[in-house]
Nanobody
Framework: EVQLVESGGGLVQAGGSLRLSCAASGFTFDDYAIGWFRQVPGKEREGVSCISSRDSGTSYSESVKGRFTISSDNAKNTVYLQMNSLKAEDTAVYYC?????????????????????WGKGTLVTVSS
């Protein structure tokens, strides 16, 4: 069974950094698309970033481009989201999600989701 477990969330001051981790299991880490999504109560879920193994591509939402970096460590079956220069508006529950095997491009997932598997989320709170 595919499982995704997020970690690394917490409380951070504006301008600070956090590194989220998505530990994946239940599939071979060689054909996948894994993305980070976030949601604030009362608002639509937003695609934040995505990384794929097939095309080595990455995608970011405009709101985080230049501040967040997604990366993967295939040997550890883990995807990371390095979040720098955090802003109050980054506060949200961050979810890791995966499509296994990869079917669409990363840009597609950020817009239309379509991930088959989702983690339970980790809360990121940015205070000022």
């Amino acid at each position: 069974e595919v499982q995704l477990v997020e970690s690394g969330g917490g409380l951070v001051q504006a301008g600070g950094s956090l590194r989220l981790s998505c530990a994946a299991s239940g599939f071979t880490f060689d054909d996948y698309a894994i993305g980070w999504f976030r949601q604030v109560p009362g608002k639509e879920r937003e695609g934040v970033s995505c990384i794929s193994s097939r095309d080595s591509g990455t995608s970011y939402s405009e709101s985080v481009k230049g501040r967040f970096t997604i990366s993967s460590d295939n040997a550890k079956n883990t995807v990371y989201l390095q979040m720098n220069s955090l802003k109050a508006e980054d506060t949200a529950v961050y979810y890791c999600a995966a499509d296994v095997p990869q079917y669409y491009s990363c840009s597609y997932y950020l817009t239309y989701y379509g991930m088959d598997y989702w983690g339970k989320g980790t809360l990121v709170t940015v205070s000022s």
